[in-house]
């Protein structure tokens, strides 16, 4: 095999690759795209105001002690936020890894 077949193959690997990278990243904006995937039944609590992080925690049917033991975050804290407490990205995303949902939705 010469220098110049070598050199073909390599191109057309290169250009699977390249149509691969292409395909990726169109499915990673449309999922960007996509909104939060929660339930209706979830959305529609939400709506109507109740706190998004006492809602999943129900819908997940987690009670406040086994939430905080996934996230890593206080009893009492998380009782705080479901009572309207602010609280920052660092904990919106351990709170939304625990919950099995994008950060987006707890705010």
Request: aromatic share 4%.
């Amino acid at each position: 095999m010469g220098d110049q077949d070598l050199i073909y193959g390599f191109e057309g690997r290169l250009i699977d690759l390249e149509t691969k990278v292409n395909e990726l990243e169109k499915r990673v904006a449309e999922l960007s795209a996509a909104p939060p995937s929660v339930p209706a039944s979830v959305q529609t609590r939400i709506d109507a105001g109740e706190h998004p992080v006492r809602v999943m925690r129900e819908f997940r049917l987690l009670t406040q002690s086994q939430l905080s033991e996934k996230c890593g975050i206080r009893p009492n804290h998380i009782s705080a936020i479901e009572r309207g407490q602010t609280f920052g990205l660092k904990t919106a995303k351990r709170l939304a890894a625990a919950l099995e949902i994008p950060a987006e939705v707890l705010f």
